[in-house]
């Protein structure tokens, strides 16, 4: 995992495009977890919590990007609510791969194998798709 500028708290991890969508979703969640995320990465499958822990927007972001450049995912683990987890849905469609972050309450979820669709405010889940290689 390749690694931003400092925030004053460590260095706020950052996970290319191609890794989120097409990567194997154990090595995705090592890697969080040495760089001090806590996460539950699925393949085929997204988890929540009903309400969603809220602080989703400060935690995951993604930096403006110019043409051509692959998609880069911002992490910033000291903006993580105390006690909650983030979960990452890692599905292979037919367009390509397509990857969906949010926040979850590891003690209370639920996982399906449908990808979510978005929220409108974006404070919930985050979704970021890769085209198949041609």
Known sequence: MARAGEDGQGAVPQVGGRGLCGG???ALQR?????GIPAKVTA????????APAAASQVVSVPKIQPGQAPTVV???AAM???TELSVGIFQLANGGRAFLGLI???SYTCTSTAPKP???GDAVFGFSRSPAR
Do not use: E, M, N, Q
């Open 31 to 35: 890697d969080l977890a040495h760089d």
């Open 81 to 83: 609510p105390a006690g």
């Open 105 to 107: 309450d590891p003690g």
């Open 119 to 121: 929220a409108p405010r």
């Open 44 to 51: 085929g499958s997204f988890c929540s919590s009903d309400p």
């Open 24 to 26: 194997d979703p154990g």
């Open 75 to 77: 992490i910033d683990p």
